[in-house]
């Protein structure tokens, strides 16, 4: 007996038996193509839309995600740049409490982790760098280097919106086509129903849709009986 695929098979392969089940009934015509019309045409031309959308969204997040990257790579800098001017100009201790408010165990907190939390991880160190945290910093230091923090931090924050704004468009129209596949496969199991319903063969049903046999799984041999250990001589 003939199976359609998998209900868990791989989307591509679930579209391309849907595709190739078509294009063989058409090729036979009559009823053969008007159910697999009825029951194929719609779902393959939904996939195909969203695959065409999936394409363009992905190629718009592209540019948008290496514009992130590359503010966060200078972000960072900024960053990096701005602790070392801060440290030189309060004297370069070795080990200054007052300094260690301001980047606790250095600068990882503002420039590591998730990108989408750094600008305002970045905007909370130019508002303490404004508070006179420090009392050997000028203010006047500390507030042109807040500025060129938040000034930094707020151009990472536009990219940062734009491309996960991109991100998440490619990400629904992913799931959205992985769900129409699915539905490809339930249809392709609808469609031989209907076959079988006008009484055609088994091997005639699967002339036209793919068949695939599911394998069997292979048994493990048996265990091998230990024998039993001899009773021990008190």
Known sequence: MGRTIR???????????ARVARANAVARGGVWQALADQTLVSVLTHHADVETELETA?????P???ARDVAAERASTTVGRVADEI???VGRPGNDPALSL????????????????????MLMLAKLLTAGIHPQLPAARAATAADEVRASALELAGTVESANAAQLQVEQLDRV????????G??????KRRYKAEGFSESDIHGVIPNRPRKRPIA???????????????
């Open 7 to 17: 209900k868990n098979a791989s989307s591509q392969a679930i579209v391309a038996d």
């Open 58 to 62: 992905r190629e718009t997040a592209q």
């Open 64 to 66: 948008l995600i290496a």
């Open 87 to 89: 440290w030189n100009a």
């Open 102 to 121: 301001l980047f606790p165990g250095g600068i990882g907190y503002y420039v590591e982790g998730d990108v989408a939390t750094q600008p305002n991880r």
């Open 177 to 184: 086509r992985l769900a129409i596949a699915r539905n490809a």
């Open 186 to 191: 339930i249809e392709l199991s609808n469609l």
């Open 220 to 234: 493990k041999p048996a265990p091998v009986p230990q024998a039993p250990e001899p009773p021990k001589v008190p």
